[in-house]
């Protein structure tokens, strides 16, 4: 099967609509990470086929639970979620943060090179890292255990902002939310070609009482 078929059926069994220059976008993101990824050790998967499965499939599944306005993706490392999610929703601004700059350099040419408007990247430490712009949403995906997300990233939501976590078994971090966060829901993701457990928990600050 080709990576296009393959990208193809797996969106199909996920249900979106993604257009075919959408697809188009994600392939040839898929081709650039390929390509730095000689050089630059990006990521630890080398195959084409499995970077679709893995990444470009593993970051359209949360995409249903998400919602419209600005974005940051924490730890973004060679951009996933965040370039992804820039191509599927051309209307989202997204803000990709990682403190390597070998990736954020990575990140920068990918986005110049599929013309995405939407996308801000920066190289710091999220502790360092300061924003005029409060976000409402922050993404992560295998970032960091999840009560230390929430608290590290606080600063940065909106007051009507969530947090949407990408996690492989999300329950036993639970126990490990800050007093003043609370889990709206833990949704539990069927993602096509991936094997292990994936979850996303979408959190929300406690409204004072």
């Given at each position: 099967?080709?990576?296009?078929?393959?990208?193809?059926?797996?969106i199909?069994?996920?249900?979106?609509?993604?257009?075919?220059?959408?697809q188009q976008?994600?392939?040839?993101?898929?081709?650039?990470?390929?390509?730095?990824?000689?050089?630059?050790?990006l990521?630890?998967?080398?195959?084409?086929?499995?970077m679709?499965?893995?990444h470009l499939?593993d970051?359209?599944?949360?995409t249903?639970?998400?919602?419209?306005?600005?974005?940051?993706?924490?730890?973004?490392g060679?951009?996933?979620?965040?370039?992804v999610?820039?191509i599927?929703?051309p209307?989202?601004?997204?803000?990709?943060l990682?403190?390597n700059?070998?990736?954020?350099?990575?990140?920068?040419?990918?986005?110049?090179e599929?013309?995405?408007?939407n996308?801000?990247?920066?190289?710091?430490r999220i502790?360092d890292?300061?924003?005029?712009?409060?976000?409402?949403g922050?993404?992560?995906?295998?970032?960091?255990?999840?009560?230390?997300f929430l608290?590290?990233?606080?600063?940065?939501l909106?007051?009507?902002?969530?947090w949407?976590?990408?996690?492989?078994?999300?329950?036993?971090?639970?126990?490990?939310?800050?007093?003043?966060?609370?889990?709206?829901?833990?949704?539990t993701?069927?993602?096509?070609?991936?094997e292990?457990?994936?979850?996303?928990?979408?959190?929300a600050?406690?409204?004072?009482?």
């Open positions: 099967m080709s990576l296009g078929q393959e990208l193809t059926q797996g199909a069994e996920l249900g979106l609509n993604v257009s075919a220059e959408q976008k994600l392939l040839d993101y898929v081709v650039l990470l390929h390509k730095w990824n000689k050089t630059y050790n990521t630890a998967i080398r195959d084409t086929q499995q679709v499965s893995h499939l970051s359209l599944a949360i249903p639970y998400l919602w419209s306005g600005s974005w940051l993706d924490v730890g973004c060679a951009g996933l979620p965040g370039v999610l820039a599927v929703q209307d989202w601004r997204l803000t990709l990682d403190s700059s070998k990736k954020t350099g990575f990140v920068q040419q990918a986005v110049i599929l013309g995405l408007k996308v801000n990247v920066k190289c710091a502790e890292f300061q924003s005029a712009e409060k976000f409402d922050i993404v992560s995906r295998a970032f960091t255990e999840l009560g230390d608290r590290v990233t606080h600063r940065l909106a007051p009507t902002g969530r949407a976590a990408m996690k492989g078994f999300a329950e036993k971090e639970l126990a490990s939310m800050p007093e003043d966060c609370v889990v709206e829901r833990v949704i993701l069927n993602v096509p070609g991936l292990a457990a994936r979850s996303l928990v979408i959190a600050q406690k409204e004072a009482s």
